[in-house]
Each structure stands twice: as C-alpha cells, then as structure tokens.
C-alpha cells in the first residue's frame, strides 16, 4: 500500500483528491489549518487509510507533527504540495507582507515540508508540486497576480531543480500547473467566472500522477489546462 502525505486536503481540489487516492488503495495523510473541515473529510471517506493532521505549514512547530507522525510510517511514497492561497491585487497596492503571505504557503511551505520529509521519502517515490498557468512561462498573465504567479512560477523551477538534486535518491519531482478549476478558491478571486473543470475531476488526474507520472517524466513543469485565467 502507497502512503501519500497531500497538504489542502481540507477542501476543494485537495479534499477530493485525497477521496480519490482512497479509492485507489492508498494510505493518505492529510494536512490542512481547519481541523473541523478535516473531520468533515475523515466522516465522508470512513476509511482505516485516512490519516488527518490539522497544521499550519507556515508553522515550524506544526511541521514537526506531520514529521512526528511519518517517523512512526513505512516512510512514503508521494508528497502531494497542494495547499495555497491567492490574493488578486494590483501590484502597487500589494503590501510586503502579503507578498511573504503568498510566499510562505505557495513557495516556502513546500521547501520546508519537503525539507523534513526527504529523508522518509521512499525509493521511487514522487513529489507533485501543484502550480498554475500563471506560474507558467510563456502563459497569458492577468493583472493582479503577480505575487501569487511568481510564487508558482519559482516552485516550478524548484521542481526542476530538486529532480536533478534528488535522481540519486531515485526520488522525482513534477510541477502541474493548474488552469482554472471551480473552487472556492477560484470563486474569491474571480467572483462569477465558471472554470470548465470541476474540483473531482482535476482530483482524478492528480491522483493518477501521483502514482503513475513519474514513471514517464522527471523534472516536468506540466500546463494541466484548458485555459488560463490564473
Ligand atoms: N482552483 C483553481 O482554479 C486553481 C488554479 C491553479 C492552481 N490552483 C492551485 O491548486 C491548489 C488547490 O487550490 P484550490 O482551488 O483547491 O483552493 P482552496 O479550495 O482554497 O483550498 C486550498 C487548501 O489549502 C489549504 N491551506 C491554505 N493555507 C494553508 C496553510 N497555511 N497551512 C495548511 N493548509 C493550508 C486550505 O486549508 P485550510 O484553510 O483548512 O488550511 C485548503 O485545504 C492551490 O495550490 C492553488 O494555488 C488552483
């Protein structure tokens, strides 16, 4: 049995995806702020293989719990870095400590976590770093997003560069960047706007490249998208 540690699991594309990667057969750990909302998770997927851990992943002394835990596991399998958050402000008005906000969960908070969880990391195991189009080079930028669209951006090239640092440890890291997907996420920041993809959805195919992607490709920044409004 795969154990996959997936951080934002508390809802949107998060949640559904640690549904599906239940129904696959895996053991998932699930990371997110709201405990309330993780139990809500732990009742609707009434599965032995669900492990929920409320934390904070801008917080060190949360990070030790997810460690805490993993320490006493087989070690792992798949490091889904799901969790995220966007502001949609223009640039002059976006103040230095909402520019750290956004850095700290969409760029520093995969470095720490995957910082502490390297050395559990099982031989052919996958980090997915979860970016989006706006991250990616070359996509259509929309005003507003440029603190959250650099933070993805560079955890994209982070996802190059650990692949190279990581081969010897036959561990390998893709980055998807994400097109729009209906969550409440997407919802505040775009209000009105309908995505053409559903949260279950996406889940379907991030649980799959958990699994299987890394069989094909290493070192990947990946465009998941039918456009790209963030
Ligand atoms: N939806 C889209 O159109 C879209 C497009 C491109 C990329 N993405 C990316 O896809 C990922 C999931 O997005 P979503 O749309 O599903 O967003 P969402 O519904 O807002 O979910 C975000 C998740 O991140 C968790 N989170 C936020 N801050 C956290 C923190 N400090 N510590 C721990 N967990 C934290 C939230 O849980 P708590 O609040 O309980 O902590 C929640 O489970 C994000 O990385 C996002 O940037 C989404």
New binding site residues.
Partial sequence: MKTIVL?????????QTALKLLESGCKVIA????AE??EELKSKASSPHLKIIP????NKD?IQKILKYVADTNGIDGLIN?????INKPFSETATDEWQFIF???LF?PVNLINHLKPYLNRGSHIVN?????GFQGSDKFPGLAA?SSA?GALGVLSECLSTEFSSDDISVNCL??????????QKAFPGYQ?PVQ?KEMATYISDFVLNGHKFMNGKILPVALNNP?
């Fill in positions: 951080t934002g699991a508390s809802k949107g594309i998060g949640y990371v997110a702020r709201s909302k993780l934390a904070d992943l801008t949360d799901n969790a995220g958050a966007l700290d969960i969409n908070a979860i970016g989006s189009m706006g959250y993805k960047c994400l097109g729009a997907v209906q969550t409440n996420m997407l995505a949260p963030e």
